[in-house]
Nanobody, 124 residues
């Protein structure tokens, strides 16, 4: 049974930083792909970034967010900086059991397990 547990969300002022964690069990984070997604109020869930050896980011967060991992802890991190009110969303981590090509990373159906999400609220 694969489980993903996100933590680290909260309320932060615009321009601030937060680090989200995604602790995985039942699957090694270095196998396949670990992705981050978010769903803002009244919007569809969207791709934020993913790590599969290399790291890819959505244009909206490139240069502000960084994805990293601690293999010993089987945990993936999303370091968010220069936060904006439009970054307010529920953030989810997800895992794919196999390598994904760049054009597949944004597709929700390529990931088979998801965390419960953690709320990030950025005040202006």
């Amino acid at each position: 049974q694969v489980q993903l547990v996100e933590s680290g969300g909260g309320l932060v002022q615009a321009g601030g930083s937060l680090r989200l964690s995604c602790a995985a069990s039942g699957r090694t984070i270095t196998s396949g792909v670990m992705g981050w997604f978010r769903r803002a109020p009244e919007k569809e869930r969207e791709f934020v970034g993913a790590i599969r050896g290399t790291v890819s980011y959505a244009d909206s967060v490139k240069g502000r967010f960084t994805i990293s991992r601690d293999n010993a802890k089987n945990t993936v991190y999303l370091q968010m900086g220069s936060l904006k009110p439009e970054d307010t969303a529920v953030y989810y981590c997800a895992t794919s059991p196999r390598f994904l090509y760049a054009y597949e990373l944004t597709r929700l159906d390529k990931y088979d397990y998801w965390g419960q999400g953690t709320q990030v609220t950025v005040s202006s």
